[in-house]
């Protein structure tokens, strides 16, 4: 035993020697996974690897699992997953509910990630480093720029997120070290406005037309994207007239909106930035003006499963392999139904379908005999494009649901006998025999952005997202006409999104604060599922009237007959549908006028002394 101890010895100082004299060797060598900072700024391909990064941190994933549709008045988050309690308002400096709720993951859930302080501050760094380090960056002078012009748009990006989200915060353009001192009080709204045009405007002078393939920001997606700043900054929510049900408590309220100025100047402002996008040339509307024989519905899956059009600004790209995990791609599994064995979540609300008009232009109304009897018939071509609803046609089932259902159409009612006992729930149901537990609770289901060439179970798609698109450029345009009083300008505008969807022109009798409500409905019906709608009920001053008690729809048939199947043998109904608005249970919403703003947490109060807390929390 002593002799095999002392072996060890000399064997163990031998090791230590030659390790000692071959360090200097080891530590020169250069890391085979990864690349040190000294490297990475050396190289322009790398820098443009680092750039890449800020884009993800800045979009997020606006496909994954939970959307931002599920906290607005859009969807239903199936799983809850604590997003009742935040659609309850319940969030506090402590926690923001279903925002950022961790269920087993490395991170929250991926969409709402980086709409959070830290995170979006965690960007803002990422951005400053490489401004701090591009100038000794040696290349093409076009590409340099290119790379700048991208780091500033994606800093006002991030910048325009924490200033939705919080109203004024800390402006950093330096690069903290751990030393140095971090209190660092919070600027005016109107002053982080400022400086997010003023990035938008550099990106501008630094960015191209277009480039090789899509996806990275061109100089009109600056444009487009400093009309959209320009419109949230002149909106209600900012404006000292009239967002104090925002700002009561406030002991610093120009954090929240500005406190003066020239509110005309404001959407002046907003309404020459979009013009200024129309203005290019460069993008219209897809299809806009259908013949009479097109399938306007058509045009608008076209729209939303290609991979880029001539209205397309701003794509974020996907593939299958994007995001191996749950949370992070794969909508049309997400959000399908549960009788094709996909999840079942985001489930478009009875409140969101029940704002589709008729074909006619007149309001869906669950009092009218006509429409009751048949919700779905003769509505705006965008409903057929955006929703999955009782009896539609659908992709081929999977085989064990083929064998209940050969039709392929969607089941989310339920047959009753003359008793009122139900005997037959449909496959898409949360009662029927297909993975119950992911059926939705609306009576709906989500088709806008869904690929369905394929089949979920097994196969991502690669629809990428769209950020930015003329179509909102023109919904901008004519809203700050409105706010101008520039009523026939805006109908202008308006009318050409109502065309492209097969919808009767606005009359000219339409004006004023009715005109306001009809450009509002029209915005919520073009952009729905396009992470615009949360946004617009705060800048709107419109909660209220978002977040309530929501509605879905109940399908049943009623039959004296022996059922064996959700459908008769020839594929008919047992007896015509009977429709019928009702309360979606455990979804009752509530609104807190604290909620305008998020709170600041309270780590991060903690951290730095200089910051003041929104008012309600």
């Not at 006002?156 to 330096?174: D, E, M, Q, R, S």
């Amino acid at each position: 035993m002593k002799k095999t101890f002392n072996i060890l010895i000399i064997v163990s100082i031998i090791v230590m020697l030659f390790s000692c004299k071959n360090q200097d060797e080891f530590l020169d060598k250069k890391p085979l996974g990864d690349y040190s900072e000294d490297v990475v700024w050396t190289d322009p391909a790398l820098v443009e690897t680092f750039v890449n990064t800020m884009y993800r941190n800045a979009l997020g994933f606006p496909f994954a699992i939970v959307r931002l549709s599920d906290v607005s008045d859009e969807s239903h988050f199936t799983p809850d997953w604590g997003i009742t309690d935040f659609n309850k308002s319940l969030m506090t400096s402590d926690g923001l509910m279903g925002w950022s709720t961790d269920w087993g993951n490395l991170d929250p859930t991926a969409h709402t990630l980086h709409y959070r302080w830290a995170p979006l501050y965690s960007n803002v760094r990422r951005c400053n480093i490489f401004f701090s380090k591009i100038k000794t960056v040696t290349g093409e002078k076009t590409t340099i720029d290119n790379l700048k012009g991208q780091a500033y748009l994606l800093r006002a990006w991030t910048y325009f997120y924490l200033t939705n989200l919080y109203g004024g915060v800390p402006i950093i353009t330096k690069v903290y070290g751990l030393t140095d001192e971090f209190n660092v009080p919070r600027d005016s709204y109107e002053n982080c406005i400022k400086f997010i045009v003023g990035q938008i405007d550099s990106a501008a002078m630094n960015l191209p037309d277009a480039y090789a393939t899509n996806g990275r920001i061109t100089k009109g997606a600056a444009l487009a994207f400093k009309a959209r700043v320009l419109l949230y900054a002149a909106s209600d929510l900012h404006n000292s007239s009239k967002n104090s049900v925002a700002t009561t408590g406030a002991s610093k309220p120009e954090l929240l909106g500005y406190v003066g100025g020239d509110v005309t100047a404001r959407w002046t402002a907003a309404k020459n930035a979009a013009k200024a996008v129309i203005d290019l040339g460069k993008y219209k509307l897809y299809k806009p003006t259908p013949a009479a024989t097109d399938s306007v519905a058509l045009n608008f899956v076209e729209l939303f499963t290609s991979k880029g059009t001539d209205e397309d600004i701003l794509l974020q790209f996907f593939t299958p392999k994007t995001d191996e995990s749950w949370s992070g791609y794969n909508p049309a599994l997400y959000s399908g139904p549960n009788g094709y064995h996909n999840w079942g979540n985001n489930t478009p609300l009875g409140d969101l379908v029940d704002d589709y008009e008729m074909k006619d232009g007149s309001k869906f109304d669950w009092n009218n005999p006509k429409h009751k009897a048949n919700p779905y018939l003769k509505r705006d071509a965008r409903f057929y494009a955006t929703v999955t609803y009782e009896g539609v046609q659908w992709r081929k089932r999977p085989d064990d649901a083929l064998k209940i259902d050969p039709f392929s159409k969607i089941q989310v009612g339920y047959v009753y006998d003359l008793s009122g006992k139900m005997i037959k729930a449909g496959l898409d149901t949360r009662s029927g025999p297909i993975e119950d537990w992911n059926g939705g609770k609306s009576g709906y289901y989500l088709r806008k952005w869904i690929d369905t060439s394929l089949d979920p179970q097994y196969v991502k798609q690669d629809v990428p997202f769209k950020h930015l698109r003329y179509g909102e450029v023109l919904l901008n345009y004519a809203e700050a006409c409105i706010e101008l009083g520039q009523d026939a300008e805006a109908r202008t505008y308006i009318n050409m999104i109502r065309t492209r969807a097969g919808q009767p022109a606005l009359a000219a009798t339409v004006t004023g604060n009715a005109l306001r409500l009809a450009y509002r409905q029209e915005r919520r019906i073009e952009m729905a599922f396009e992470d615009q709608r949360f946004w617009d009920v705060r800048r709107w001053l419109i909660a209220p009237e978002a977040y309530h008690q929501t509605s879905r729809v109940d399908v049943r048939y009623v039959t004296s007959e022996a059922v064996t199947s959700y459908r008769k043998p020839d594929g008919s109904t047992w007896g015509a549908p009977i429709f019928s608005k009702a309360d979606l249970g455990g979804d009752a919403r509530a609104w807190n006028n604290k909620c305008y703003f998020f709170p600041i947490m309270r780590d991060e109060m903690n951290k730095n002394n200089k910051l003041v807390q929104n008012p309600g929390y």
